[in-house]
């Protein structure tokens, strides 16, 4: 049944795209074709949001946006929507695209996300989405606490979502041991 079936990458794929300024498609390789089920003509001059899952919390969206606009690269996993309503998982790395010296737009290479991380993802979006619709969110809500995960990132030199997903990988690990 469309919608319901995950499409697998494979450990070798890596799907690239650029877009403009504003998000819209420049550029996709023949894997994001293959991955996603569209054609190269559905995607390019299109905005790169045609690829979102309904799934997907807008606030890694909107930190992401945030990152790439200040001229930082973003790392996050996504779950991505097919032309046929399926979807596939991706680890992503967004940057800013410069030429000549001037930022451009954007570029993004996505790989593979490893299965076990899908399912934590899966739980952990879930969370953020009912957050989103209207109950109390503290990762956004209470500044402090972003200010002081936004630190403990540069400090580690990793993005924020890789280290959500750590500090959800380690608060699993302690609960298991109780």
Known sequence: MPGNQEI????????????????AITYVNEELCYFSGFERTDLIGSNHN??????????????????IKSGDKWHG??????????????DAEVSPHIKDGE??????????VPPELKILLDREYE????????RFNTWTV????????????KELDISKN?????MLALAKKMLKKR
Do not use: C
């Open 127 to 134: 969370k953020l989405r009912k957050d989103e619709d209207g």
């Open 142 to 153: 209470k500044n402090e606490n972003y200010e002081a995960f936004d630190a403990i990132s």
């Open 162 to 166: 890789d280290l959500f997903v750590k």
């Open 8 to 23: 697998e990458l494979t450990e070798t794929s890596f799907l690239i795209s650029r877009t403009d300024l504003n998000g």
């Open 77 to 90: 996993y996504i779950k991505n929507k097919t032309k046929s309503g399926d979807f596939y998982w991706v």
């Open 50 to 67: 045609i690829l979102r899952h309904p799934d997907m919390p807008s606030i890694i969206f909107a930190q992401m946006w945030k990152s």
């Open 103 to 112: 930022r451009v737009g954007y570029k993004s290479v996505r790989k593979m």
